[in-house]
């Protein structure tokens, strides 16, 4: 029987919630909070277009079963010289420097005070 090649990436490996003694892989600076299995597979379909990527939304982290909100892992076909610790590190930069854009959006559209008197 052939081993499966593909990575799993589980949401807990990015999540800056989570602390590196409970499953968080990568550093905290670089890591959005709570990401989804769904936004994760976006990001990694975007930055590695060619790669095999699929969700597995029934699967969980085995060291975490009994959380309810930690459901859920992506698999994605392995890259030829690309470690799992970078597609982490640029998948986790990738979804963190989106959120931060659409903080930083809805922001700019808010009036400031003081700004708008005649």
């Keep these: 029987m052939e ?11 990015i999540n800056s919630a989570v602390q590196q ?3 968080r ?7 959005p909070h709570n990401p989804t299995i769904q936004e994760i597979s976006a990001h990694l379909k975007k930055l590695y277009p060619t790669s095999e990527v699929a969700e597995e939304p029934t699967k969980r ?3 975490g079963a009994v959380e309810a909100f930690d459901v859920g892992r992506v698999r994605i076909s392995q890259i ?11 998948v986790a930069s990738s ?3 989106e959120k931060v854009g659409a903080l930083k959006a809805a922001a700019a ?3 400031q005070k003081g700004k708008n008197k005649k």
């Design 80 to 90: 030829e010289n690309v470690k799992k610790a970078e597609i982490l590190k640029a």
């Design 95 to 97: 979804i963190l420097n």
């Design 109 to 111: 559209k808010v009036p």
């Design 21 to 23: 003694v409970d499953g």
């Design 3 to 13: 081993q499966d090649k593909r990575l799993i990436i589980y949401p807990r490996y």
């Design 25 to 31: 892989r990568v550093a905290k600076q670089y890591c």
């Design 61 to 63: 982290y085995p060291r």
